[in-house]
């Protein structure tokens, strides 16, 4: 299978290695194309240990032509350019491969699939019609096989076709299909939330540190600590709540940091800070 990288930047880079570095991308040929010359061979040298190898394409329009799976990783604001470059692909049999098997894949938030259909037609009239198109909705721990992603295709995926996509963000993680008006949640529940995480970890960092112990030290227990939390919740069908209160001894050391966090307000806050992501994400959809 011919996959194709446009846009190796944070989110698509980070998909890009994890995919290549996994069991998944062995016989598969990875095409990539960034708009600078130097990331396209930087990104191809980090990759380089897929079975394949990695092609650097000289445009969009040459990826499309060769790709099966074309996953778009630019900003949202670069979408509606990149599918006029590679329309005239998608919309043509190329080397043997029918419209019908190339599938797009979007993880730009904001640009709904109706508006990537409509993009596709008016750079080429009717494509967009039958366009099998996907949106992911990944984040960032991709990069060492432990992402999050949501997928959402159009009436045009079939189901032997989502699973060929699945199978690429399967091997950088976890990949759930819900339906597309889901996805300004997905983004405020995993796609943004992993910022959040990153700073309830520095907090405990910080706060080690200032009561005496080394940084390395404090960010190896915070870290772990994070990681088997997240586990358990994974692996046990006890609620959240029942969780947060078996570590909790009355009059204990536990109880009094949750008394706290809650009195000002920490639950809150966090569902603040979710919804304002949720909000922004709304505001930035394209019909």
Do not use: W
Not at 20 to 28: E, L, Q
Not at 41 to 59: H, P, Q, R, T, Y
Not at 190 to 205: E, F, H, K, N, W
Not at 242 to 263: F, H, M, Y
């Amino acid at each position: 299978m011919k996959i194709g990288f446009i846009g190796t930047g944070n989110m698509g880079g980070a998909i890009l290695r994890g995919y290549a570095a996994s069991d998944a991308s062995r016989g598969n040929t990875i095409l990539i194309h960034n708009r600078t010359t130097e990331h396209n061979e930087e990104m191809a040298a980090a990759v380089s240990a897929a079975d394949s190898g990695v092609k650097i394409c000289n445009d969009n329009a040459e990826l499309a032509e060769k790709a099966e799976i074309i996953i778009i990783g630019v900003k949202p604001d670069g979408v509606k350019g990149v599918l006029e470059e590679i329309a005239g692909e998608v919309n043509r049999t190329a080397k043997g491969i029918t419209p019908e098997d190339k599938i797009v894949v979007s993880m730009a938030a904001g640009v709904s699939l109706s508006k990537m259909e409509a993009d596709l037609s008016y750079a080429k009239a009717g494509c967009g019609a039958y366009a099998k198109l996907i949106r992911v909705m990944p984040n960032t721990p991709a990069q060492i096989g432990q992402a999050m992603t949501s997928i959402s295709r159009n009436k045009n995926v079939s189901d032997v076709d989502m699973a060929k996509v699945m199978e690429i963000f399967n091997a950088v993680g976890r990949c759930i299909e819900v339906p597309e008006d889901l996805i300004d949640c997905v983004i405020g529940v995993s796609g943004s939330s992993t910022a959040y995480t990153y700073m309830y970890i520095q907090a405990l960092v910080e706060a080690a540190v200032e009561n005496g112990m080394d940084e390395e030290t404090a960010r190896e227990f915070a870290a772990q600590s994070v990681l088997g939390a997240a586990l358990m919740v994974r692996e046990s069908d006890e609620s959240l709540t029942l969780l947060r209160d078996r570590v909790c001894s009355p009059n204990g050391t536990t109880i009094q940091a949750v008394n706290k966090l809650l009195e000002n307000g920490f639950m809150d806050n966090v569902k603040e800070g979710f919804q304002a992501a949720v909000d922004r994400s709304k505001e930035m959809t394209r019909k």
